[in-house]
């Protein structure tokens, strides 16, 4: 195999096999591709797309590229989400204790940040402790006792798409339809899935701008799946405001733990968390049908249950034992907090979302580089949703930063992301729809 040709084959347009694509990812995997041949790989696919055998082939290399799990002991059935990123998209953090005090078993494998979106481990890895890479062993035994483990892909899980994953974030090539499909089941696959629900997403935060284009990569993610052995849905969700009310790692942790306590009905993310909850519970058989799910997944809110697995699944992973009655002592706060004003009187009527993302990494709550070291304590709190009325100077948002200058372009960026209505404006459903398996 020589790589350059395989690039140059799919730089001009024609179709790879299932041998190249194969043989391509294992040399990745071994470290006998560069990181400019992947890059041009990587860019090459983003420019001319692949087929769908292509991307079942790109898929199926990078999850044989490593492990692939089983958890015939467990007893229960697994499960898991993942989402195509987005701005203060923590739904994860929620979503799997509720699904474990439910009955289900989620072994997720989680990302790191991409482009301008947040990602699970850096949240997780704000609070002290909380082992990100733990050992095989560790991870089936949390998974077992808690019901739900939240980690990093290992050296053995996907360890091609992990390396194409950093590169892909710094090379402009994160927006792919074949590129995020392969990334994301790999590793979903490898974990050995039973079933998955997907939250792709589309608008002004999102990869995906357009419903045309998300519904397109949702129908990519849930007919490769779905033609691999794991039953697979998708929601198509709205990403043209920032999903929590906050945006930054230790921030979205403390929005978690109000969420897990109640602190967030009536929002936006709690229609979207228990909506998955509801299709995790359906796809598993544990309910027969959405309204059911959602009762059951309120439940386990509403009594703690959620609660007390999230605080287990934090000891069991290193963090401390503690946590969920004593975040402060565990989570740091930036220096400077200062809120933005509203520049006039009105409703929020639209928000630039990328540049809230973007916000957060230019205060250093993102990477640049695959090598730079996260501030966990920088981010943006406080936003309200749209269609909210505001009053001129009043907080629209709140920003966490480690010293007076970023804090002041960090206001600039946020308050211009932001329009404002003279009059009301109508509100939108977060779910746009639903994509299940084509029968």
Request: proline share 5%; charged share 20%; aromatic share 4%.
């Amino acid at each position: 195999m020589i790589p350059q040709e395989i690039i140059r084959r799919k730089r001009d347009g024609e179709t790879l096999t299932a041998g190249e694509i194969a043989d391509f990812i294992a040399a990745l995997s071994s470290g006998a591709i560069s990181e400019g041949q992947a890059a041009a790989f990587a860019m090459a696919v983003f420019f001319r797309g692949m087929t769908r055998e292509e991307t079942i082939a790109l898929t199926l290399a990078m999850r044989d590229s490593g492990d692939v799990l089983s958890w015939a002991e467990i007893g229960k059935p697994i499960t898991d989400k993942h989402s195509t990123g987005g701005v203060g998209d923590n739904v994860s953090l929620m979503l799997a204790p509720i699904v474990a005090a439910c009955g289900l078993a989620v072994p997720m494998i989680s990302g790191r940040g991409l482009g301008h979106t947040g990602g699970t481990l850096d949240k997780l890895e704000a609070i002290r402790g909380y082992n990100v890479m733990p050992d095989e062993t560790l991870f089936r035994r949390t998974v077992a006792d808690v019901g739900c483990a939240i980690i990093g892909q290992t050296g053995n899980l996907a360890p091609a798409d992990k390396r194409l994953y950093a590169i892909r974030d710094v090379t402009a090539t994160v927006d792919s339809v074949p590129l995020i499909t392969a990334s994301i089941l790999s590793k979903k696959l490898a974990a050995g899935l039973e079933t998955l629900v997907l939250d792709v997403k589309f608008g002004t935060g999102a990869f995906m701008q357009s419903t045309e284009e998300a519904e397109a990569l949702a129908r990519s993610l849930v007919d490769v799946a779905n033609g691999a052995g794991v039953q697979t849905s998708a929601l198509l969700t709205d990403m043209n405001q920032p999903l929590a009310d906050a945006a930054g790692n230790a921030l979205e942790i403390t929005h978690c733990l109000d969420f897990l306590r109640g602190k967030k009905t009536g929002t936006r993310i709690e229609t979207l968390v228990l909506a998955f909850a509801a299709d995790m519970l359906v796809q598993s058989g544990l309910v027969s049908n959405f309204a059911d799910g959602e009762e059951k997944a309120r439940q386990a809110l509403s009594c703690g249950a959620a609660m007390e697995r999230f605080a287990h699944m934090v000891a069991a992973l290193g963090g401390p034992k503690d946590f969920v009655e004593n975040p402060g002592q565990y989570i740091q706060s930036a220096p400077h907090i200062v809120p933005v004003p509203a520049p006039e009187a009105g409703w929020l009527s639209s928000c630039q979302t990328r540049d809230i993302g973007m916000a957060v990494v230019e205060l250093g709550g993102g990477r640049r580089r695959p090598q730079d070291v996260i501030d966990h304590r920088v981010g943006i709190s406080d936003i309200p949703p749209l269609g909210a009325r505001v009053e001129k100077g009043q907080p629209i948002a709140v920003v966490h930063a480690a010293t007076p200058d970023d804090a002041a372009r960090a206001v600039a960026t946020v308050s211009s992301a932001f329009s404002v209505s003279s009059v009301p404006v109508a509100t939108t459903s977060i779910i746009h729809g639903r994509v299940g398996k084509t029968l």
